[in-house]
């Protein structure tokens, strides 16, 4: 499973890589995994600093592209804008009514399936073999509705039961299944006509860097650009989720694989409409927590790469940095949305505390690029 390969590797890589000791693999490599992990020096909290000087103009700060350490309004509110409260709701709604018609091979490994209901629409259905991983696709789920970031398709719990009218048409597929008697599964949104989708110039070239210069933003398309948008939220949303199954790996993957960053990003795609979409975070929150020693050095330096965001995901930032009590918060959204709540269960008292952490670092991140590129 990707997942424990992963895991494997990174623990691998944890005992074999001390930053300054010298490496066995190749010059080349070694350079490039050290410039990553490079983190930039970053001014004090609340002292305002110059933008980097430089001879060139390019590194100017970019200021018809964002203001301050924000995007613009003319690329922030510029579609396309994910997938609104209303549509989210409704979906639930249909997902948790709707009866169950067919369960196919598909989305992704053996245990999950696409599932179809009556009215023919789809869903992609995973069942954990470890609890935590749909407890982690679901709290995910609903942290990226807290936090506004739209990107997540509508997510729904559901108990498998063969005698509720729902599961009662698929009581064959699910004898061949070898699931748990009575398991929770996830049902997520089926997003039809989905593309792949390669980390944008910025993030994939060595040296990799998004801040509000002319240098970082210079040469990219208005399409492209307003993707840029969508990856300041999904970095952020990583690292809040510690979710290693994306970027992280890619990083940790850069060590065997120089070219990584040219290949599509895992569990990420892009709808029609140019909208990116977030799929399979089911390592989130939870076991991303779990493993955090061995994988936070990655999400620091995907952190480090970013000083421009969304106005919007900054401001929710602060405000549950100032409340100090983001997992109440999303324990309420939660509750308030998912009857199977209390069932499927939440954070542990350390994992609620990781995540204020988390968000917390957030929050000061932000300050640390208005002190550098605030005029
Ligand atoms: N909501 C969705 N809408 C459309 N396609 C989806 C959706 N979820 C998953 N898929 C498709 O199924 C594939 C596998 O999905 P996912 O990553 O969730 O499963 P997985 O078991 O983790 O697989 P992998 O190990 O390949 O990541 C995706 O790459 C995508 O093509
Ligand atoms: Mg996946």
């Given at each position: 499973?990707?997942?424990?390969?992963?895991?494997?590797?990174?623990?691998?890589?944890?005992?074999?890589?001390?930053?300054?000791?010298?490496?066995?693999?190749?010059?080349?490599?070694?350079?490039?995994?050290?410039?990553l992990?490079?983190v930039?020096?970053?001014?004090?909290?609340?002292?305002?600093?110059?933008?980097?000087a430089?001879?060139?103009?390019r590194?100017?700060?970019?200021p018809?592209?964002?203001?301050?350490?924000?995007?613009?309004d003319?690329?922030?509110?510029?579609?396309?804008?994910?997938?609104?409260?209303?549509?989210?709701k409704?979906?639930?709604?249909?997902?948790?009514?709707?009866?169950?018609?067919s369960?196919?091979?598909?989305?992704?490994?053996?245990?999950?399936?696409?599932?179809?209901?009556?009215?023919?629409?789809?869903?992609?259905?995973?069942?954990?073999?470890?609890?935590?991983?749909?407890?982690?696709?679901?709290?995910?789920?609903?942290?990226s509705?807290?936090?506004?970031?739209?990107?997540?398709p509508?997510l729904?719990?559901s108990?498998v039961?063969?005698?509720?009218?729902q599961?009662?048409?698929v009581?064959?597929?699910?004898?061949?299944?070898?699931?748990?008697?009575?398991?929770?599964?996830?049902?997520?949104?089926?997003?039809?006509n989905?593309?792949?989708?390669?980390?944008?110039?910025?993030?994939?070239?060595?040296?990799?860097?998004?801040?509000p210069?002319?240098?970082?933003l210079?040469?990219?398309?208005?399409?492209?650009?307003?993707?840029?948008?969508?990856?300041?939220?999904?970095?952020?949303?990583?690292?809040?989720?510690?979710?290693?199954d994306?970027?992280?790996?890619?990083?940790?993957s850069l060590?065997w694989?120089?070219?990584?960053?040219e290949?599509?990003t895992?569990?990420?795609?892009?709808?029609?409409?140019?909208a990116l979409?977030?799929?399979?975070?089911?390592?989130?929150l939870?076991h991303?927590?779990?493993v955090?020693?061995m994988?936070?050095?990655?999400h620091?330096?995907?952190?480090?790469?970013?000083?421009?965001?969304?106005?919007?995901?900054?401001k929710?930032?602060?405000?549950?940095?100032k409340?100090q009590?983001?997992?109440?918060?999303?324990?309420?959204?939660?509750?308030?949305?998912?009857?199977?709540?209390?069932?499927?269960g939440?954070?542990?008292?350390?994992?609620?505390?990781?995540l204020?952490?988390?968000?917390?670092?957030?929050?000061k991140?932000?300050?640390?690029?208005?002190?550098?590129?605030?005029?």
């Amino acid at each position: 499973m990707r997942i424990a390969l992963l895991a494997a590797r990174a623990l691998i890589a944890l005992l074999a890589f001390s930053p300054g000791s010298s490496s066995s693999s190749p010059p080349s490599k070694d350079k490039t995994f050290r410039t990553l992990l490079a983190v930039p020096a970053s001014p004090e909290l609340g002292r305002r600093s110059a933008p980097r000087a430089s001879s060139d103009p390019r590194a100017a700060p970019a200021p018809a592209l964002a203001q301050d350490v924000f995007w613009s309004d003319r690329l922030d509110g510029a579609p396309p804008a994910g997938f609104s409260d209303l549509h989210v709701k409704r979906w639930q709604l249909k997902a948790r009514s709707s009866r169950l018609v067919s369960l196919e091979r598909g989305c992704g490994r053996v245990s999950n399936r696409l599932a179809r209901f009556s009215d023919g629409t789809r869903a992609c259905l995973r069942y954990g073999i470890n609890p935590e991983q749909v407890q982690g696709e679901t709290l995910s789920f609903y942290l990226s509705r807290l936090l506004g970031i739209r990107n997540v398709p509508a997510l729904a719990l559901s108990r498998v039961n063969t005698n509720t009218e729902q599961w009662l048409r698929v009581r064959q597929d699910i004898q061949g299944s070898q699931w748990a008697d009575k398991s929770i599964v996830s049902l997520t949104e089926w997003i039809s006509n989905l593309t792949d989708v390669v980390a944008p110039p910025p993030l994939r070239t060595e040296g990799r860097r998004l801040h509000p210069l002319l240098e970082d933003l210079a040469n990219v398309t208005n399409q492209e650009m307003l993707e840029l948008v969508q990856w300041s939220d999904l970095i952020l949303f990583d690292y809040l989720t510690a979710n290693f199954d994306r970027l992280a790996s890619n990083l940790l993957s850069l060590q065997w694989d120089s070219r990584v960053m040219e290949r599509s990003t895992n569990n990420l795609h892009r709808t029609a409409k140019g909208a990116l979409v977030f799929i399979d975070n089911e390592a989130g929150l939870v076991h991303g927590y779990r493993v955090l020693p061995m994988w936070d050095r990655y999400h620091e330096a995907l952190l480090n790469t970013l000083c421009i965001f969304r106005k919007e995901t900054a401001k929710k930032i602060a405000e549950l940095h100032k409340s100090q009590n983001v997992a109440n918060q999303l324990f309420e959204q939660y509750r308030a949305s998912e009857p199977l709540a209390f069932q499927m269960g939440f954070l542990s008292e350390d994992h609620a505390e990781m995540l204020q952490n988390r968000t917390d670092r957030l929050y000061k991140h932000i300050l640390q690029c208005k002190a550098k590129y605030s005029k």
